[in-house]
């Protein structure tokens, strides 16, 4: 298997980096526009069947803002939920050109926020997280529920977006790097080998070359309603990765309805995108995930189901950090690829840990669309 550094210039993919330029001026105090930034790592452990979802945000960095300030919160074994504030937006960090942040919280520690060698970190921070493109390590203890985890892990990356051996694509397209369309959204890694350990309320869980994921999201708008799929960990397919989704998002000054599929397998890149193809979707408001999509080459069929209740997670809004959908990493998938033409089945695959979410609203009956 063909094994590369996303960290290094060639194969990171586009938006990596952190999006927010700094401003601290006077005028934008006085606009006071709203900015978030969003990333998700994950590592699925086949053995025992269970997942991690770690999910970091900062809002209004700026400072000073009703919602400036930041949150971890993790999605454990059994979609059970840990969440943490971090209030000092002061005590966050993120690299500019590359993937790369933290956030501190208790710590004795005076200097300014930034990556510290993995022992440093595990010695000086009672409280935070840090991750890059090849490294994720964290410590997080909720005194309200008692729950509490740690976590070290390296991450060996093998699919960014786009085909193994190619300069990475953006996931939204090259207009996503004006802000036209918001919030943005990009796959950082849709599939890397994880090898470290998880302490989740003193189990500790200790992997190697486990299935690993991450992505991002940011903008100055915050969507208003979504579906999203998600899977590397398929039967008899180590190889294969889906990431699948679509939502309301914001255009200039309307909202339009989009959604996509990307698969990843055994070094191509499958995509189905509205600028190549069709997607169309039929998403119950929990349950059930159905798409279709077509390009110029190939089509593809997607099922998820959930008979779990799903687990409430917080997102940014308007109003901040708040519940505003809904996940369950105990998804049953499956997905039938052909070409188009011919008909010819490509690849079949199946998996019961797959990522399933809705998330904004309303969400009163079937949600159809697509063309």
């Not at 008899?236 to 699948?244: I, M, N, R, S, V």
Request: charged fraction near 20%; proline fraction near 7%.
């Amino acid at each position: 298997m063909l094994v590369f550094p996303l960290g290094s210039h060639q194969f990171q993919t586009p938006h990596s980096g952190y999006h927010w330029d700094g401003s601290n001026s006077p005028i934008e105090r006085f606009r006071q526009r709203r900015f978030f930034e969003g990333w998700y790592y994950r590592v699925t452990l086949p053995d025992c069947g269970q997942t991690f979802a770690f999910m970091y945000s900062i809002e209004d960095p700026i400072g000073g803002q009703p919602h400036s300030g930041g949150g971890a919160q993790i999605l454990g074994p059994h979609d059970e939920y840990l969440c943490r504030s971090f209030p000092d937006v002061n005590r966050f960090w993120a690299w500019r050109q590359a993937l790369g942040l933290g956030h501190w919280g208790k710590t004795d520690l005076t200097i300014p926020p930034r990556y510290l060698p993995p022992i440093e970190f595990a010695e000086q921070i009672q409280q935070g997280y840090q991750g890059t493109a090849t490294w994720h390590q964290g410590v997080l203890h909720d005194p309200g529920t008692g729950r509490s985890a740690g976590w070290a892990y390296e991450i060996a990356p093998v699919d960014g977006w786009g085909d193994r051996d190619t300069m990475q694509q953006s996931t939204a397209g090259w207009l996503s790097f004006l802000p036209i369309f918001e919030p943005g959204w990009q796959i950082l890694m849709a599939h890397g080998l994880a090898t470290g350990w998880i302490d989740w309320n003193g189990t500790r869980y200790e992997f190697t070359r486990a299935p690993a994921y991450a992505e991002k999201n940011w903008g100055g708008a915050f969507p208003q309603k979504w579906f999203w799929l998600n899977c590397n960990c398929f039967e008899g397919e180590p190889e294969l990765a889906l990431t699948a989704g679509g939502g309301k998002r914001g255009v200039l000054w309307w909202m339009e309805s989009v959604a996509m599929v990307g698969i990843h397998h055994r070094g191509k890149f499958y995509e189905f995108v509205p600028w190549n193809g069709r997607v169309h979707w039929q998403v119950k408001p929990w349950g059930h995930w159905q798409m279709w999509a077509e390009n110029a080459d190939y089509q593809v069929e997607l099922e998820g189901i959930s008979d779990r209740p799903g687990t409430p997670l917080r997102a940014p809004t308007e109003q901040g950090l708040t519940f505003v959908c809904r996940d369950t990493m105990q998804g049953e998938l499956t997905l039938t690829l052909k070409q188009r033409h011919s008909g010819k089945v490509i690849l079949t695959a199946h998996s019961h840990l797959c990522g399933l979410e809705v998330g904004g609203g309303p969400w009163d009956q079937v949600w159809t669309g697509g063309k």
